[in-house]
């Protein structure tokens, strides 16, 4: 193996890919081999980095330079003074990198500096397409220790003991479940990784697959050597051709190298695995569902007993974790299972990833320990709220969650505060919503997204939350009373209390948790007609100031609606049932007479 | 294949040696080339790759090869420095690929500077003209 004097690491996750990383890469490829540096410096795309709001990057070694926001016309001016002059390129440096004159090393930049990386140990470390790469950093390593030093009943005992719990959403202790499917009787039995992710705006699952499929292999080989299966499936959105993509390079590399199929390690532990993909339905996610749309079946939840660690697929006992969930066994099985404790809190023990997202400056893929506060993962983590704005509160758990208020940050977040304070922690999204934000709005909009989602198959979330996304909309547009209010309320209990499945007893929970937290402007929009933050269209009004207006005429001109009156040199005045808030009118006046009032 | 644990370590040591360049710096030995216009017409490239392949020859651990651009000494370019942890740098000037060798080996190697090549045997050298 021929040794590189220096490394080029191009992100290759999600949102550097969106941002053109592959053009890049392939700048990088031709700009070297341009300057003839093909055996000198060697080109890697990673996952996900995390920073991915100043994504595109790139990452040069040994300097370990980070530069940000990279572009395609960039390469050229790396390669030639970075990488043949030895000159770093400081203009295109994040700029938190560089200090003194010296680069700082990523753990000590703000963003990294409170999060621990355990699941996304490899994420944007390695090439997720050289399985020789994820070895190097102990891969493999731990399916090796447990296949020759471990019986099954200590490998689950080393995870009932590390108190990993599940990162899908529901928190469900992982060593326990282990165990119920090891018990359950019969010799056919299924590992199934859950990677559908159906939750808006979430992405962790995603990109542990695309920057690190391998640790997501192992565990599943790990779990099927614990339950005594031979057979594990990845239940992946085919809206992921990244991930699946990668996945499959993974498992055929895996299989090459003797880590999957049969006599593994030279042991006689056979597992494989394949892939199958799903068409995104959000509630293909839910695990019966979702075992019903591998065998081939519409995806439709059945009742729960029994659960799939007794009855799963094909009826067989089916062992069922998320992608994050499996990444962290790996690391718990080398480490030992006293270290895996020894983070987080009292009952939710390690790290959880969040795909921060919404009005913060730094929006990427964090991992932090579990009680990392809400005020240091938006603070300090995410760098604060744009524009000088005000924080309000962030959502996470997705269309299953709800609130955290402005007044609750210093919440040490893990699964049983955020249950306490009416959302969850789910599989990860957290979306941070400065004062702009309606949250009458947020509400509806998870809601819309339950309503499009709901499989039809029982009639409280069919039927009731079309209703609760009716009485929303009532209220948004301006037509809301305080009895809407009411049925409201009324509704989201009985729904919660009568769905089947996961999917309706959580579609409450947004309007619930805003409800406690923000009742105030819900009220506001029924009683006064007015929207607090100014976000609902229908609730504003364009006013006129009339010791601004010179009487010029110009924004009746413009008036699409025709809404503005007035005669020349006297103050115009607009038309409020005629006014459709188009906003034209504060745009062409010459005065800024006219502006918008919540 | 891989057939047993051993042959897995082994895999993980070999491939671990190719990453040890993504180590963040600052922790082993750092030996910075200086690549600026004059250093790459002087000779710095041959005498950088030079490093690089003796490196790998002895499979030396914790070494980087760093590139900076000007350092200010033109005529003593292609100019090298060793920086090696809670030890004074050490400069050497007028470096050929012959003279790397015995850097690496005396030098990283052994942990003992090879002086006649360093910058303060050569400023003697000139003053003593
Ligand atoms: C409507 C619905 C959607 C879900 N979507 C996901 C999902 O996208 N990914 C996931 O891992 N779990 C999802 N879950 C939770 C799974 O049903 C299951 O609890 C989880 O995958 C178990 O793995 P864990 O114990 O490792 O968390 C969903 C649940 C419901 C009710
Ligand atoms: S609760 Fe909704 S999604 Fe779940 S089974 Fe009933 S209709 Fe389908
Ligand atoms: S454009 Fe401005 S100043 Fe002119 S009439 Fe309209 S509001 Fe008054
Ligand atoms: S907002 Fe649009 S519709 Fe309303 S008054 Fe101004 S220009 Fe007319
Ligand atoms: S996708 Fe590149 S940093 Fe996240
Ligand atoms: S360019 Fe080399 S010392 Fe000036």
């Known amino acids: 193996m021929p040794l590189y004097r220096a490394h080029v690491l191009v992100c290759g996750g999600t949102g550097c890919t969106s941002g053109g990383s592959d053009k890049i890469y392939d700048a990088?490829?031709?700009?070297?081999?341009?300057?003839?540096?093909?055996?000198?410096?060697?080109?890697?795309?990673t996952g996900c980095f995390g920073l991915c709001a100043e994504g595109p990057i790139v990452i040069v070694y040994p300097e370990g330079a980070f530069y940000s926001k990279v572009a395609d016309s960039d390469v050229k001016e790396i390669v030639e003074e970075h990488l043949l002059k030895g000159r770093i390129v400081k203009r295109l440096l994040y700029k938190e990198s560089l200090e003194e004159g010296q680069i700082k090393s990523l753990n000590e930049v703000k963003f990294y500096k409170k999060q621990m990386r355990i699941a996304l140990r490899n994420c944007g470390v390695i090439n997720p397409e050289n399985i020789e790469e994820y070895i190097a950093y102990d891969g493999y390593k731990a399916l090796a220790k447990v296949l020759t030093e471990m019986t099954p009943e200590q490998v689950i005992d080393w995870v009932k003991r590390s108190g990993l719990r599940g990162r899908g959403g529901g928190g469900f202790p992982t060593g326990l479940k282990w165990e119920f499917a090891a018990k359950a009787p019969g010799d056919v039995k299924y590992v199934v990784c859950n990677a559908d992710e159906g939750d808006p705006g979430a992405y962790m699952d995603r990109s542990i697959l695309e920057g690190d499929p391998h640790s997501v292999i192992e565990a599943m080989a790990i779990a099927g050597y614990a339950i005594g299966s031979k057979q594990g499936y990845v239940y992946v959105r085919a809206e992921y051709p990244l991930a699946v993509k990668r996945l499959e390079i993974a498992i055929n590399q895996a299989r090459e190298y003797g880590l999957l199929g049969k006599n593994i390690l030279g042991t006689d532990f056979e597992f494989d695995i394949e892939i199958r993909l799903g068409a995104g339905a959000f509630v293909c996610g839910e695990e019966t569902a979702l075992m019903t749309s591998i065998e081939g079946h519409r995806g439709e939840p059945r009742p729960r007993p029994p659960f799939p660690a007794v009855k799963g697929l094909w009826s067989k006992p089916t062992l069922l974790n998320n992608v994050e969930t499996y990444a962290n066994i790996p690391v718990i099985i080398l480490k030992g299972p006293e270290w895996f404790a020894s983070i987080g809190t009292e009952k939710s023990k390690g790290t959880k990833v969040f795909a921060l997202v919404g009005k913060v400056n730094n929006t990427g893929l964090i991992e932090v320990p579990m009680g990392t506060t809400v005020r240091e993962i938006v603070e300090d983590i995410g760098?604060?709220?744009?524009?000088?704005?005000?924080?309000?509160?962030?959502?996470?758990?997705?269309?299953?969650?709800?609130?955290?208020?402005?007044?609750?940050?210093?919440?040490?977040?893990?699964?049983?505060?955020?249950?306490?304070?009416?959302?969850?922690?789910?599989?990860?999204?957290m979306i941070v919503m400065d004062e702009d934000t309606c949250m009458v709005d947020i509400a509806k909009f998870f809601l819309e997204f339950t309503v499009d989602e709901s499989c039809g198959k029982c009639p409280p979330c069919r039927i009731g939350t079309r209703r609760m996304l009716e009485i929303l909309q009532k209220i948004t547009s301006g037509n809301g009373t305080e009895e809407d209010l009411e049925k409201l309320e009324e509704l989201a209990y009985s729904i919660k209390d009568s769905a089947l499945c996961g999917l309706g007893q959580t579609a409450p929970n947004p309007v619930l948790s805003t409800l406690r937290y923000f009742r105030d402007e819900y009220e506001a929009h029924v009683k006064e007609k007015r929207c607090p933050a100014?976000?609902?269209?229908?609730?504003?009004?364009?006013?006129?100031?009339?010791?601004?207006?010179?009487?010029?005429?110009?924004?009746?001109?413009?008036?699409?609606?025709?809404?503005?009156?007035?005669?020349?040199?006297?103050?115009f005045e607009i038309d409020q049932t005629k006014c459709i808030k188009c906003g034209v009118c504060i745009e062409k006046c010459p005065f800024k007479a006219i502006s918008k009032k919540a | 294949m891989i057939k047993s644990i051993q042959e897995?370590?082994?895999?993980?040591?070999?491939?671990?040696?190719?990453?040890?360049?993504?180590?963040?710096?600052?922790?082993?030995?750092?030996?910075?080339?200086?690549?600026?216009?004059c250093g790459i017409a002087a000779g710095a490239r041959p005498v950088m790759l030079k490093f690089v392949?003796?490196?790998?020859?002895?499979?030396?651990?914790?070494?980087?090869?760093?590139?900076?651009?000007?350092?200010?000494?033109?005529?003593?370019?292609?100019?090298?420095?060793?920086?090696?942890?809670?030890?004074?740098?050490?400069?050497?000037?007028?470096?050929?690929?012959?003279?790397?060798?015995?850097?690496?080996?005396?030098?990283i190697v052994n942990g003992k500077p090879v002086y006649e090549y360093t910058i303060g045997y050569e400023e003697n050298k000139e003053a003593n003209k």
């Open chain 1, 28 to 45: 990088f490829l031709k700009e070297i081999e341009n300057f003839n540096l093909k055996d000198e410096v060697q080109v890697i795309r």
């Open chain 2, 53 to 107: 392949e003796e490196i790998q020859k002895r499979n030396l651990k914790n070494v980087t090869v760093v590139q900076t651009g000007c350092i200010g000494l033109c005529k003593y370019e292609p100019i090298v420095e060793v920086y090696e942890p809670n030890k004074e740098k050490v400069t050497y000037v007028k470096m050929t690929p012959e003279k790397v060798s015995k850097v690496v080996a005396e030098h």
């Open chain 1, 383 to 429: 760098g604060g709220i744009p524009g000088g704005k005000k924080f309000k509160a962030v959502q996470t758990g997705g269309p299953s969650g709800g609130c955290i208020p402005a007044s609750l940050m210093d919440t040490p977040i893990d699964f049983d505060s955020l249950t306490a304070l009416g959302t969850m922690m789910g599989s990860g999204g």
């Open chain 2, 8 to 37: 897995l370590e082994e895999i993980r040591k070999k491939a671990l040696e190719e990453l040890e360049f993504r180590k963040q710096q600052g922790e082993g030995i750092r030996i910075v080339v200086g690549m600026a216009t």
């Open chain 1, 534 to 571: 100014g976000a609902c269209k229908a609730l504003l009004r364009i006013v006129i100031d009339k010791d601004l207006c010179k009487g010029c005429g110009i924004c009746a001109k413009n008036c699409p609606a025709n809404a503005i009156t007035g005669q020349i040199k006297k103050p």
